[in-house]
């Protein structure tokens, strides 16, 4: 039964807290995919962090499920990058699965 308590637990505290996406590293000069910073409320508003680079493009895409096809967000598309945290919003039916996101930068 602990175990099942501190799965609830961590569970709990994923959906509070958001997701957090692992980084890409890269070894052919360009730049490791950024680290995502992601948080969707319980009337299903997202946001969406990440720490950008000057001189890259970043844009959002998200997946509904895991053999579906990636679809750009068009409110994160091609944003310049400015050194700082950019951030995205992205609004979902709360009662439907979590989308899956990702970013991809490129050269401006």
Same mark, same amino acid.
């Given at each position: 039964?602990?175990?099942?308590?501190?799965?609830?637990?961590?569970? !709990?505290? !994923?959906?509070?807290?958001?997701? !957090?996406?692992?980084?890409?590293?890269?070894?052919? *000069?360009?730049?490791? %995919? &950024?680290?995502?910073?992601?948080?969707?409320? *319980?009337? *299903?508003?997202?946001?969406?962090?990440?720490?950008?680079?000057? *001189?890259?493009?970043?844009?959002?895409?998200?997946?509904?499920?895991?053999? =579906?096809?990636?679809?750009? %967000?068009?409110?994160?598309?091609?944003?310049?990058?400015?050194?700082? =945290?950019?951030?995205?919003?992205?609004? !979902?039916?709360?009662?439907? &699965? %979590?989308?899956?996101?990702?970013?991809? &930068?490129?050269?401006?």
């Amino acid at each position: 039964m602990n175990m099942f308590r501190s799965f609830l637990f961590v569970s !709990v505290l !994923v959906l509070l807290s958001g997701c !957090v996406s692992k980084p890409v590293e890269a070894g052919d *000069g360009k730049p490791a %995919l &950024p680290l995502l910073m992601i948080a969707q409320n *319980g009337d *299903g508003d997202v946001t969406i962090e990440w720490e950008s680079r000057p *001189g890259f493009f970043y844009t959002i895409y998200y997946q509904v499920a895991a053999d =579906t096809d990636w679809k750009v %967000l068009r409110k994160a598309h091609r944003m310049p990058g400015t050194g700082q =945290t950019l951030t995205a919003y992205d609004r !979902v039916n709360p009662n439907r &699965p %979590l989308r899956r996101y990702r970013v991809l &930068p490129e050269e401006q």
